[in-house]
């Protein structure tokens, strides 16, 4: 008796769990079953945007519904995190997040309105790249050691913009300023896009910017690149020295885009998400789009994109202490 009892209550249970996982498979399946709306934490015009709109289009085309992105600028990406942090955790609101909100800004303000681990599901390590240092032309600098030099003979003259405080064209000037003994004025906006016709107007003197961003200025001779951040030269420039390359050892910056969810998002619906976002990094099409761009295709799954924001949330919490930075 007590055996048969035991046959049949691990015949329930077997049920149960093949019932639990056509469950989760048909919530795959059927999702997106309506639009989705992805969250730009910036201002329009920026890197997020050369990111984010490609592959919007890319996953509607996938999907058969619409990947709608929304930019919400302000506060370093903040107002926009905190938005998706506190939607529905349906999968039908995501987030385009950058290095500055999942791994700068909980060591830079003290009272953040959401946690970048606990309150957000990764989904997938969408590309990075690498910050190019361009200068208005009336700057009389060349090149970098020329504009070393020019900085240290007059601190505080010359000024540089950025997408915000904390971002990563903030704090990779504030490291290489750090590292190279020298003086600068920042003058944060609320994102690239606004910040780089003020550095065209010569309003500020210099800036880190994207590939996407500042490449067609440098073409037309309206702005000077000096060196580019990362740690090997840009496939985009290959002409362009590192910073290290050119007179500052052992620098190293880039930026890095993910998609992120509301933490509590099912499961099938990240791994669905994922396995989409996997095919279309190796497709041709957008791969080529991202490094027309300066953008490296990465792609990743939900756990490694974990990983990946602990290891980078240590290494801006060095860099944040360094620099100083805090807001409030």
């Known amino acids: 008796m007590f055996q048969a009892t035991k046959q049949v209550g691990r015949l329930v249970a077997m049920a149960l769990l093949c019932a639990a996982a056509a469950a989760h498979g048909a919530q795959a399946d059927a999702y997106p079953s309506k639009p989705v709306r992805v969250i730009v934490p910036y201002a329009v015009g920026g890197g997020g945007d050369i990111v984010g709109r490609p592959l919007a289009l890319y996953l509607s085309q996938r999907t058969g519904q619409r990947f709608i992105m929304d930019n919400h600028g302000g ?37 953040l309105s959401y946690d970048p681990v606990k309150d957000f599901e990764p989904v ?58 020298i003086d600068l004025v920042h003058v944060p906006f609320k994102g690239a896009g606004p910040a780089m016709p003020a550095l065209l107007a010569g309003q500020v003197s210099a800036m880190f910017a994207s590939y996407g961003l500042a490449a067609q200025q440098i073409k037309a001779g309206k702005l000077r690149v000096l060196a580019v951040s990362t740690a090997n030269r840009a ?9 290290a390359e050119a007179g500052v050892p052992g620098y190293e910056s880039n930026v890095w885009y993910a998609l992120m969810a509301p933490r509590g998002t099912p ?41 990946y924001i602990k290891t980078e949330s240590a290494k801006w919490e060095a860099v944040v202490k360094q620099s100083g930075a805090s807001i409030d």
Do not use: C
């Open 75 to 111: 506060a370093n990406g903040n107002i926009g995190m905190d938005m998706v942090a506190k939607a529905p955790n349906d999968g039908y609101t995501l987030v385009l997040a950058l290095t500055a909100q999942l791994a700068v800004n909980r060591s830079l303000y003290r009272n």
């Open 124 to 181: 997938s390590l969408l590309a990075s790249a690498p910050y190019f240092l361009v200068v208005h032309p009336s700057v009389p600098a060349r090149n970098l050691a020329e504009f070393i030099k020019l900085a240290r003979a007059n601190p505080g003259k010359y000024t540089y913009g950025s997408s915000g405080n904390g971002s990563g064209p903030h704090l990779s000037m504030e490291l290489l300023k750090s590292k190279a003994g």
């Open 235 to 243: 496939v985009s420039m290959p002409d362009v020295p590192t910073i």
């Open 267 to 307: 499961k099938p619906i990240i791994t669905r998400l994922s396995s989409e976002i996997a095919g279309l990094i190796k497709s041709s099409d957008l791969r080529q789009r991202f490094l027309t761009d300066g953008i490296v295709p990465v792609g990743s799954t939900p756990e490694e994109l974990g990983a």
